[in-house]
């Protein structure tokens, strides 16, 4: 179980490391609810910031899980009203993050339930498995699906991403299957 989750620090820079501890990135589109899904995996309601405004995530945030891991909050892709020098630098900063990382188990994907994976969300998909990256694949606002076209949903989204691995629907609001990506992450973090 999430017994205890901690914000520790937000970087700017790369080179200022928290402790090596495993890491478990985030990533997704603004507002496809990433800061939700670090309040709903850690039962709290305001540990990561959330907004109705796009584009409030501005730079990498950790939390420490358990005194043992790190789960990291990016700012969401995809984003055009940042400006375009700030939106290159974060994207320069996230490829730096993942290609030179040791701490780094695996990438938490987070697509949108209801729009189903945009084109940034294909691109970054296959830009993580170009580079051996293992990415599991959440899809978020699940609560917005009628509960008879979820199954058809559900189908149609694996199809786009030619049958990932490890494919979890949430929803945020009702808390549906956290519990189940609460374990997964528990489990690899362990192994
Ligand atoms: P950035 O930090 O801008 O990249 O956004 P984010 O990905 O962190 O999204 P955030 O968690 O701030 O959520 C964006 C909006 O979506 C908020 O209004 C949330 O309340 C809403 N939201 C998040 N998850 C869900 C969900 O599972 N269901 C529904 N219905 N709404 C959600
Ligand atoms: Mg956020």
Known sequence: ???????????????????????????????????SFINSLTNRKNLARVSKTPGKTLLLNFYLINQNFYLVDAPGYGYARRSKSLKDDFIIMIEKFLLDNQDLLFVCLLIDFKVGPTKDDLNTYQFLRQLGREVIVVATKKDKIPKTKQFKQEKLIKGMLSNPEIFIAISNVTKENIDKVETLFLSRIDE
């Open 1 to 35: 179980m999430i017994k205890e989750a901690m914000y520790i620090k937000s970087l700017t820079d790369l080179k200022d490391k928290p402790d090596v501890l495993p890491q478990i990135l985030l990533l997704g589109r603004s507002n496809v609810g990433k800061s």
